[in-house]
Each structure stands twice: as C-alpha cells, then as structure tokens.
Nanobody, 125 residues
Framework: QVQLVESGGGLVQAGGSLRLSCAAS????????AGWFRQAPGKEREFVGAISWIDQSRYNEDFVKGRFTISRDNAKTTVYLQMNSLKPEDTAVYFC??????????????????WGQGTQVTVSS
C-alpha cells in the first residue's frame, strides 16, 4: 500500500481555480490507478475522476468535464486535480485514492481501497 497525503485545498471565489495535490509514498506508485472523490456535508462521497497507471488514460464525471483535469507525475509520485471555473456546489472535502493496477478504476463500482485524509475545498458565491 502507498500512503496518500492531499494538499492544496482552501477558500476560493466562484469562477476561481485550485490545484489539489496528492503525494504518495512508496516506490510502486506507478502501478496504481489513482482517483479523486469528494464528499459534501450531508451527502455521500462521490467519484470525481481518475487516471490509469498504464497509459494515463483519464476519466471524468460529467459534472466536472471541461473544468477539472487529472494528471500524475510518477517520478514525483504525485497526482494532481486542477480545478477551474469552480462553483459553490463544488464545495466538499476532496480525497485521493488508489487502486492496484489490475483493479477497476472507473465506474461503475471502482475498486479503490486506499485513501488519503482529505482536503477541504470551499467555493464562495
């Protein structure tokens, strides 16, 4: 297992941008698919998007397409979530997660089993 630590959250006005980082420990990070999830107050955790380990294919949920971009730097063992055109409804705790290379990394039923502690993103109107 790799250990994950998110950073980069904060308070931003609607229309602004943030870049979240997820730093992973462990030399085998390149063999893990990586995903981002979020959980707003009173709501269930929801899948945001992910990037594969093998060819860096990307998957984004419809509600963030055109606004959020996931990338990874295996040399730095870090995954990023660039968030542009933020909306108040994007307010949530954002989590990164990993799934081993042979596990399902996109919906339905993605198989992520390793999580960071989360970072708060607050978008004011």
């Amino acid at each position: 297992q790799v250990q994950l630590v998110e950073s980069g959250g904060g308070l931003v006005q609607a229309g602004g941008s943030l870049r979240l980082s997820c730093a992973a420990s462990g030399r085998t990070f390149s063999r893990y698919n990586a995903g981002w999830f979020r959980q707003a107050p009173g709501k269930e955790r929801e899948f945001v998007g992910a990037i594969s380990w093998i060819d860096q294919s990307r998957y984004n949920e419809d509600f963030v397409k055109g606004r959020f971009t996931i990338s990874r730097d295996n040399a730095k063992t870090t995954v990023y979530l660039q968030m542009n055109s933020l909306k108040p409804e994007d307010t949530a705790v954002y989590f990164c997660a990993t799934a081993l290379w042979d596990r399902r990394w996109t919906p339905p039923n993605p198989e992520y089993d390793n999580w960071g502690q989360g970072t708060q993103v607050t978008v004011s109107s």
